[in-house]
């Protein structure tokens, strides 16, 4: 019994590669990880970081609406450079695997307006405003339920 509990205590001790990423503060079109973060340039600064990749683009490049609270209104589309390869990403129809893209639709809109990065075991990791910071959540039913999308990048390392 000891020596499950010291096993245990070790797993807890592990560090996780997304706990590095935890506590960003978030800003609307942030884009500076020492100072704030968006939910998309979050993701961009992950795969820079762990995998090395840099995608040539940033919230700023398709989201022009400047209010803090603008996807309560939103009737575009931000996200739909998605569906385009040419933006370097493919849509994935299974379940999402580890450095996925998951778009959601939350708030007032029926587009998606929010992505989080999937970090396993049913768990994303995203920044938003009413958060503030970014944070690590349970990707089950309510997530699942806005989900607009799941993507990869297409040179996605093995």
């Keep these: 019994m000891m020596n499950g509990g010291i096993i245990y205590m070790e ?12 506590g960003i503060p978030y800003k609307h079109l942030g884009d500076d990880p020492k100072k704030a973060l968006d939910c998309f340039n979050l993701i961009k600064y992950i795969y820079l970081k762990e995998l090395n990749i840099r995608i040539p683009y940033n919230t700023s490049n398709f989201c022009d609406c400047p209010f803090e609270d603008w996807y309560n209104g939103l009737s575009g589309a931000p996200f739909s450079n998605f569906n385009d390869p040419q933006y370097g990403w493919k849509k994935n129809f299974s379940k999402p695997n580890i450095y996925n893209a998951i778009l959601i639709s939350l708030g007032s809109t029926n587009c998606a307006n929010h992505c989080a990065i999937y970090v396993g075991n049913n768990r994303i990791l995203h920044t938003m405003q009413d958060i503030g910071h970014s944070r690590i959540a349970v990707y089950g039913k309510y997530y699942e339920q806005y989900t607009e999308g799941i993507y990869e990048w297409v040179d996605m390392p093995n």
């Design 11 to 22: 797993l807890l001790d592990m560090k996780s590669w997304y706990n590095n990423y935890e």
